[in-house]
Protein backbone atom coordinates (compact mmCIF):
# COMPACT_ATOMS: atom_id res chain seq x y z
CA UNK A 1 0.00 0.00 0.00
CA UNK A 2 1.22 3.48 -0.94
CA UNK A 3 2.19 6.03 2.08
CA UNK A 4 0.95 8.92 1.58
CA UNK A 5 2.47 12.29 3.69
CA UNK A 6 0.50 14.85 5.05
CA UNK A 7 2.33 17.66 6.99
CA UNK A 8 4.40 15.55 9.76
CA UNK A 9 2.25 12.69 9.96
CA UNK A 10 2.75 9.86 7.43
CA UNK A 11 -0.32 7.93 6.45
CA UNK A 12 -0.38 3.78 5.33
CA UNK A 13 -1.17 0.38 6.84
CA UNK A 14 1.76 -0.01 8.83
CA UNK A 15 2.03 3.72 10.17
CA UNK A 16 0.20 4.73 13.41
CA UNK A 17 -3.81 5.39 13.67
CA UNK A 18 -4.43 8.93 11.86
CA UNK A 19 -7.42 10.76 13.69
CA UNK A 20 -9.72 13.00 11.58
CA UNK A 21 -11.86 14.75 13.50
CA UNK A 22 -13.50 18.34 14.42
CA UNK A 23 -17.18 19.97 13.91
CA UNK A 24 -18.63 18.34 10.55
CA UNK A 25 -19.20 22.28 9.53
CA UNK A 26 -17.75 25.60 11.04
CA UNK A 27 -20.26 26.64 13.59
CA UNK A 28 -18.58 30.28 14.45
CA UNK A 29 -15.06 30.91 15.48
CA UNK A 30 -14.54 30.37 19.28
CA UNK A 31 -16.36 27.41 19.01
CA UNK A 32 -14.42 25.75 16.52
CA UNK A 33 -11.35 26.70 17.99
CA UNK A 34 -11.99 25.43 21.04
CA UNK A 35 -12.67 21.97 19.84
CA UNK A 36 -8.93 22.16 17.83
CA UNK A 37 -7.82 22.94 21.14
CA UNK A 38 -9.24 20.41 22.82
CA UNK A 39 -8.68 17.54 20.08
CA UNK A 40 -4.84 18.71 20.12
CA UNK A 41 -4.53 18.48 23.32
CA UNK A 42 -6.09 14.63 23.79
CA UNK A 43 -3.80 13.51 20.53
CA UNK A 44 -0.70 14.92 21.89
CA UNK A 45 -1.22 13.32 25.12
CA UNK A 46 -2.12 9.80 23.18
CA UNK A 47 1.10 10.79 20.87
CA UNK A 48 -1.87 10.04 18.47
CA UNK A 49 -0.78 11.85 14.38
CA UNK A 50 -4.18 14.50 14.27
CA UNK A 51 -5.65 16.23 11.18
CA UNK A 52 -8.20 18.79 12.26
CA UNK A 53 -11.50 18.67 10.12
CA UNK A 54 -13.87 21.42 9.58
CA UNK A 55 -16.62 22.26 6.51
CA UNK A 56 -16.29 25.82 5.16
CA UNK A 57 -19.97 25.12 3.93
CA UNK A 58 -21.93 21.82 3.37
CA UNK A 59 -23.72 22.54 -0.34
CA UNK A 60 -25.16 18.94 -0.03
CA UNK A 61 -27.69 19.72 3.11
CA UNK A 62 -31.49 18.63 2.97
CA UNK A 63 -33.12 21.72 3.04
CA UNK A 64 -32.87 24.68 1.67
CA UNK A 65 -33.12 26.53 5.27
CA UNK A 66 -30.65 24.07 6.73
CA UNK A 67 -27.20 25.90 8.08
CA UNK A 68 -24.39 25.65 5.62
CA UNK A 69 -21.58 27.30 7.45
CA UNK A 70 -19.44 30.69 6.96
CA UNK A 71 -18.36 30.10 3.54
CA UNK A 72 -15.14 29.92 1.29
CA UNK A 73 -13.70 33.13 2.50
CA UNK A 74 -14.48 33.18 5.91
CA UNK A 75 -14.22 29.83 6.51
CA UNK A 76 -10.75 29.83 4.93
CA UNK A 77 -9.27 32.24 7.05
CA UNK A 78 -10.52 30.26 10.05
CA UNK A 79 -8.83 27.18 9.35
CA UNK A 80 -5.85 28.72 8.34
CA UNK A 81 -5.60 30.34 11.97
CA UNK A 82 -5.82 26.39 13.31
CA UNK A 83 -3.32 25.52 11.04
CA UNK A 84 -0.86 28.05 11.97
CA UNK A 85 -2.00 28.16 15.90
CA UNK A 86 -1.94 24.47 16.65
CA UNK A 87 0.46 22.66 14.17
CA UNK A 88 -1.85 20.83 12.46
CA UNK A 89 -2.69 19.84 8.93
CA UNK A 90 -6.35 20.79 8.00
CA UNK A 91 -8.62 19.39 5.58
CA UNK A 92 -11.94 20.81 4.25
CA UNK A 93 -14.90 19.84 1.47
CA UNK A 94 -14.59 20.94 -1.99
CA UNK A 95 -17.60 20.98 -3.58
CA UNK A 96 -16.38 23.08 -7.45
CA UNK A 97 -14.04 23.45 -9.23
CA UNK A 98 -13.76 27.27 -8.68
CA UNK A 99 -12.88 26.45 -4.79
CA UNK A 100 -9.95 24.65 -5.29
CA UNK A 101 -7.32 26.96 -5.67
CA UNK A 102 -8.27 29.40 -2.63
CA UNK A 103 -8.35 25.93 -0.92
CA UNK A 104 -5.41 24.56 -1.74
CA UNK A 105 -3.53 28.08 -0.63
CA UNK A 106 -4.93 26.65 2.99
CA UNK A 107 -5.95 23.20 3.00
CA UNK A 108 -3.42 19.98 3.54
CA UNK A 109 -6.07 17.82 1.94
CA UNK A 110 -8.80 18.41 -0.33
CA UNK A 111 -11.77 16.15 0.45
CA UNK A 112 -13.91 15.04 -2.42
CA UNK A 113 -17.96 14.60 -0.98
CA UNK A 114 -19.28 11.44 -1.33
CA UNK A 115 -21.87 12.31 -3.38
CA UNK A 116 -19.54 14.05 -6.17
CA UNK A 117 -17.21 11.12 -5.97
CA UNK A 118 -17.95 10.62 -9.56
CA UNK A 119 -17.24 14.14 -10.91
CA UNK A 120 -13.99 13.89 -12.88
CA UNK A 121 -13.77 17.45 -13.09
CA UNK A 122 -13.69 18.12 -9.70
CA UNK A 123 -11.17 15.08 -9.01
CA UNK A 124 -8.86 15.89 -11.73
CA UNK A 125 -8.90 19.68 -10.38
CA UNK A 126 -8.04 19.05 -7.17
CA UNK A 127 -5.58 16.29 -8.21
CA UNK A 128 -3.44 19.10 -10.20
CA UNK A 129 -2.97 20.72 -6.71
CA UNK A 130 -0.42 18.10 -5.96
CA UNK A 131 -1.84 17.77 -2.49
CA UNK A 132 -3.57 14.94 -0.93
CA UNK A 133 -6.58 14.42 -1.91
CA UNK A 134 -9.60 12.10 0.21
CA UNK A 135 -12.47 10.57 -1.85
CA UNK A 136 -15.42 9.54 -0.29
CA UNK A 137 -16.99 6.37 -1.51
CA UNK A 138 -20.45 7.65 -2.51
CA UNK A 139 -23.17 5.56 -0.85
CA UNK A 140 -24.64 4.86 -3.73
CA UNK A 141 -21.12 2.86 -5.03
CA UNK A 142 -19.71 -0.55 -4.01
CA UNK A 143 -15.97 -0.20 -2.87
CA UNK A 144 -14.76 -1.89 -6.13
CA UNK A 145 -15.96 0.81 -8.15
CA UNK A 146 -13.79 3.44 -5.92
CA UNK A 147 -11.27 2.17 -8.39
CA UNK A 148 -12.49 4.70 -11.49
CA UNK A 149 -12.40 7.49 -8.83
CA UNK A 150 -8.63 6.58 -7.93
CA UNK A 151 -8.48 6.64 -11.96
CA UNK A 152 -9.78 9.69 -12.35
CA UNK A 153 -7.05 11.60 -9.85
CA UNK A 154 -4.35 9.60 -11.26
CA UNK A 155 -4.37 10.03 -14.45
CA UNK A 156 -4.19 13.57 -13.60
CA UNK A 157 -0.66 12.54 -12.47
CA UNK A 158 -0.77 12.55 -8.38
CA UNK A 159 -0.85 9.37 -6.01
CA UNK A 160 -1.44 11.31 -2.63
CA UNK A 161 -5.18 9.75 -2.34
CA UNK A 162 -6.79 8.36 0.45
CA UNK A 163 -10.34 6.57 0.55
CA UNK A 164 -13.04 7.16 2.71
CA UNK A 165 -15.67 4.71 3.60
CA UNK A 166 -18.98 6.71 4.87
CA UNK A 167 -21.43 3.53 5.00
CA UNK A 168 -23.62 2.67 1.99
CA UNK A 169 -27.52 3.29 1.49
CA UNK A 170 -30.03 0.81 2.96
CA UNK A 171 -33.73 1.32 1.66
CA UNK A 172 -34.98 4.52 2.44
CA UNK A 173 -33.45 7.42 4.89
CA UNK A 174 -30.85 4.70 6.37
CA UNK A 175 -27.44 3.58 5.93
CA UNK A 176 -25.26 0.55 6.50
CA UNK A 177 -22.02 -0.58 7.23
CA UNK A 178 -20.54 -3.58 5.24
CA UNK A 179 -16.65 -3.42 6.81
CA UNK A 180 -15.75 -5.56 4.33
CA UNK A 181 -14.90 -2.34 2.14
CA UNK A 182 -12.12 -1.39 4.19
CA UNK A 183 -9.93 -4.10 2.73
CA UNK A 184 -11.59 -4.58 -0.61
CA UNK A 185 -10.58 -0.84 -1.03
CA UNK A 186 -7.38 -1.27 0.43
CA UNK A 187 -6.56 -3.18 -2.56
CA UNK A 188 -6.84 -0.22 -4.37
CA UNK A 189 -3.36 0.78 -3.17
CA UNK A 190 -3.77 3.59 -0.91
CA UNK A 191 -4.68 4.30 2.62
CA UNK A 192 -8.25 3.72 3.79
CA UNK A 193 -10.40 6.55 6.42
CA UNK A 194 -13.90 5.34 7.83
CA UNK A 195 -16.28 8.03 8.85
CA UNK A 196 -17.84 7.01 11.87
CA UNK A 197 -20.26 9.42 12.48
CA UNK A 198 -21.56 9.99 8.97
CA UNK A 199 -21.87 6.49 8.89
CA UNK A 200 -24.56 6.50 11.28
CA UNK A 201 -26.50 9.01 9.29
CA UNK A 202 -29.84 8.21 8.62
CA UNK A 203 -30.23 10.48 5.73
CA UNK A 204 -33.28 13.02 5.51
CA UNK A 205 -34.63 10.95 8.31
CA UNK A 206 -35.83 13.91 10.33
CA UNK A 207 -37.54 15.32 7.73
CA UNK A 208 -36.26 18.42 6.73
CA UNK A 209 -32.87 17.69 8.42
CA UNK A 210 -30.87 14.11 8.45
CA UNK A 211 -31.12 12.10 11.76
CA UNK A 212 -28.42 10.23 13.37
CA UNK A 213 -27.45 6.95 15.97
CA UNK A 214 -25.00 8.44 17.74
CA UNK A 215 -24.57 5.23 20.05
CA UNK A 216 -23.16 3.21 17.43
CA UNK A 217 -20.17 5.09 17.01
CA UNK A 218 -17.83 3.93 19.43
CA UNK A 219 -18.64 0.58 18.28
CA UNK A 220 -18.38 1.21 14.44
CA UNK A 221 -15.15 3.00 15.15
CA UNK A 222 -13.76 0.01 16.74
CA UNK A 223 -15.05 -2.17 14.17
CA UNK A 224 -13.36 -0.09 11.75
CA UNK A 225 -9.59 -0.20 13.37
CA UNK A 226 -10.20 -4.04 13.31
CA UNK A 227 -10.82 -4.02 9.74
CA UNK A 228 -8.10 -1.79 8.70
CA UNK A 229 -8.88 1.51 8.47
Known amino acids: MKEVRVGKW ?5 RPLVLVAGPCVIE ?3 T ?3 IARELVEITGR ?26 LEKGLDLLDFIRNRFQVP ?5 HQVSEIEPASKVLDILQIPAFLCRQTDLLTAADRTGLTVNIKKGQFLSPGDMRYAVEKVVAAGNENILLTERGTTFGYNNLVVDFRAIPLMGLLGYPVIFDATHSVQLPGGGGMVSGG ?8 AKAAVAAGA
Open 10 to 14: ILGAA
Open 90 to 94: VLSDV
Open 46 to 71: LRMPFVFKASYDKANRTSIGSYRGPG
Open 28 to 30: DES
Open 32 to 34: TVA
Open 213 to 220: NREFVPVL
